[in-house]
Structures are given as C-alpha cells and as structure tokens.
C-alpha cells in the first residue's frame, strides 16, 4: 500500500497492483457449452511444468488460467470477445468503479479472542488462566456442543471481495494499476478485478 494525493491535495490510501496482460484462450456458449464465459490465460510458466493439452490449448505456456462468467441475463457483456484478444490495464480508466477479489493473509491457528472478537474473562477476582479463554459451550440439557458454536481455530486464507473500488491511476508503460483502499491477500497474491 502506498498515498497517493488527488486533484485537490487530498491524500487518499491506495494499492499498487502489477497486471499482467491476460488472453482469451476459450469463448464459452450457451449453445455450445450450456453457460456463457470467458476463459483467459494470463503469465508465463516453465515449459516443462506444463503439460502438452495445455500448451495446446492455450497456444504456450500459461501460468495461470481463470473462467469468467458474466451474471444471468448479461451474456449480451462477452458476445464481441473472441479466442486471442487482449485485456491489459488499458482497459480501466482512472475514476472507475471495480470490484476486487483475492483470497486473505492466512493467520493460523487463534483464539475465540482474536478470531471473534470475544471479550474473555474479568481480569479480577481469582482468575489466573482465564483471561482470553472462550467461557461457556454446551447447553445443560442437551450434554453436547451445538454446531456453529464459536471457538479457536484456523483463521484467515478466505475468500473475500471488496466491492466499491476506484482506480485512481493507470500506468500502462509498467503494467500497473492503482486501487483506492486495502485489498485483501499478502504481497504476490492473485487478485481479480471486476468491472463494477
């Protein structure tokens, strides 16, 4: 993440994404296929790291392979694509609204304190150990712990998407993209950005 100042000198929280060029490798129908989508291939991955279908398929070596499928009743969005056109950073414009998704920082294994926003215990009074401990489970009567009851566990590496995004520079030269706010994932996560 970096600050980027605006028009009027306003400082604004923003991250720096790299883009790589993506390509369509396959137009999906519903004629065809029964659904409509978009594949693209986008990156560059060692040539014996990738089988002979898929250099077939996607005329080299491709890193990494995504499907794109537009919401129902939108198909009319991918009927101009077609296998081989090009999307880059191009494609945005400074002022756009996007949606942006990428899998979290992976926390391990938390507590109920830090995992869910438990208070714990009273920090008086006796108690030694049960400061950040998660209190009672069970229900009395039942003499088990109900499904989907809070408790420590592992935490992080979800899938989250952030809706509501502006682009607030396009630097086609370097392929790179500057997004208002935080987007999820450590440096070096995949992430996908949507035309809102």
């Not at 604004?12 to 369509?24: E, S, Y």
């Not at 519903?30 to 089988?51: M, N």
Request: proline letters at 3%.
């Amino acid at each position: 993440m970096t600050q980027v100042f605006d028009a009027n000198g306003v400082c604004l929280a923003a991250t720096v994404l790299k883009v790589d060029p993506a390509t369509v490798s396959q137009v999906r129908t519903l004629e065809k296929d029964g659904y409509a989508a978009v594949q693209l291939g986008s990156g560059v991955q060692k040539d014996h790291r990738v089988g002979k279908a898929q250099k077939g398929h996607f005329g080299g070596s491709v890193a990494i392979a995504r499907e794109f499928r537009p919401r129902q009743g939108e198909e009319a969005i991918i009927a101009g694509v077609e296998k081989g056109n090009n999307f880059d950073v191009t494609t945005f414009t400074p002022g756009d609204e996007i949606t942006v998704s990428a899998i979290s920082k992976g926390k391990g294994f938390q507590g109920v304190v830090k995992r869910h926003g438990f208070a714990g215990g009273r920090r008086s009074h006796g108690q030694k150990h049960s400061e950040r401990e998660p209190g009672s489970i069970g229900a009395t009567g039942m003499m088990r712990v109900l499904k989907g009851t809070r408790m420590g566990g592992r935490m992080g590496g979800d899938t989250i998407t952030i809706k509501g995004l502006k682009i607030l520079q396009v630097n086609a030269a370097e392929n790179i993209l500057v997004v208002s706010g935080a987007v999820p994932g450590r440096k070096g996560t995949l992430v996908e950005v949507y035309g809102a």
